[in-house]
């Protein structure tokens, strides 16, 4: 069997939650148990990195009330965690993530450039927070003082701002959302004083809120992909997106979530790192493909923008893929005489060395996710 169509709850993979597979003559099963009775279809240099599972979670996102202030733990990291607390943490794999915008997009991802940082010590709640004596380190730093000066700093702010009592936190932000409403009859709000605002409606009294000063505000346009390392701070704000990662579920929160906090783990975990995120646009393969290629070799996507009428082909490779369909109908073929009509809302998995053709009935957005084409490259 060369193709077969899953039903998706949203995460396409094979563990958490696994997917029903549906056989064409056959009953349901699960991904995982079929793969495992047919473990051909990974291709062999799947199988022989990562064995019987796919190594990528696939899903699209609508976020419409900011997800957590989190980040994901690296190899070494995660399997210490996962040995101390596996009921928490339930596996020892990393998990880099990469989000496509489908929709405008924002998200909050890595901390500000030392310049921004200097101007978020001006916040009369945050110097609250950390200290005179923290902002005067801060202050004292140049541009010529390099990173591995600025970093333990910025951890110190960074954690005492984290750590801070839940009444001096809520002491805190429903100042800053007093004064900044006062402030907003006589001056435009910054952007930043904007999305704190907006935060603070969906989470009051979360240190998170005061956190977001902290971190770089991203805003994603449909066809801009943000990719995230492990022990990077991010939070998805409001979008769509179609989100790819390593095959893990451990997140450590700690803020902007009612849901379970480690923050001193997450704090001493990241690596602090300052400025601006990479944004990618993808890799034309096509005239209707782009690919988008992260620096992790469990994954990448291809986005396809097929008109009416036209046909997409995509080459036969030697991994397994993921076609997810949000938008129009048409059918897909393989080598086989059979093809396989498919709609929005459609997830289909292809088993390894098959090449796919796409024919759409009318406009067809089709996403594809597999192994990063650079692994093979380089084994």
Known sequence: MRISLMLSFGWVATCLDPLSLFLTGSQRVTLKSWLLENPNVLGQKVLEKWGGDLPFLFKVLSVEKALSIQAHPDKELARTLHKLHPDVYKDGNHKPEMALAVTEFEALC???????????????????????????????????????????????????????????????????????????????LTVKEQLVLRLEKQYPSDVGVIAAFFLNHVKLTPG???FLGANEPHAYICGE????????????????????????????????????????????????????????????????????????????????????????????????????????????FVAANTEISVT???ELHLFRTGVNSRFFQAS
């Open 360 to 362: 759409s009935a009318s």
């Open 110 to 188: 890595g901390f500000v450039t030392l310049k921004e940082l200097k101007a978020v010590l001006t916040v009369p709640e945050v110097m609250e927070l950390v200290g005179a004596e923290n902002v005067k380190l801060v202050l004292q730093i140049t541009d010529e003082d390099g990173e591995e000066k600025v970093k333990p700093v910025l951890q110190t702010l960074f954690t005492k701002i984290m750590s801070a009592s839940k009444e001096r936190v809520t002491g805190a932000v429903d100042r800053l959302r007093s004064r900044l409403h006062k402030e907003s009859q006589v001056r435009q």
């Open 241 to 348: 997106c179609v989100e790819c990662m390593a095959t893990s579920d451990n997140v450590l929160r700690a803020g902007l979530t009612p849901k379970y906090r480690d923050v001193q783990t997450l704090c001493s975990m990241l690596t602090y790192k300052q400025g601006s995120p990479e944004i990618l646009r993808g890799v034309s393969i096509n005239p209707y493909v782009n690919r988008y290629i992260p620096p992790f070799e469990e994954f990448e996507i291809d986005c396809c923008i097929l008109p009416q009428g036209e046909i997409a082909v995509f080459p036969a490779v030697p991994a397994p893929s993921i076609f997810m369909v949000t938008l129009g109908e048409g059918m897909m073929n393989t080598e086989s005489p059979k093809g396989y009509p498919i709609s929005e809302g459609d997830v289909l």
């Open 224 to 226: 801009e992909a943000l």
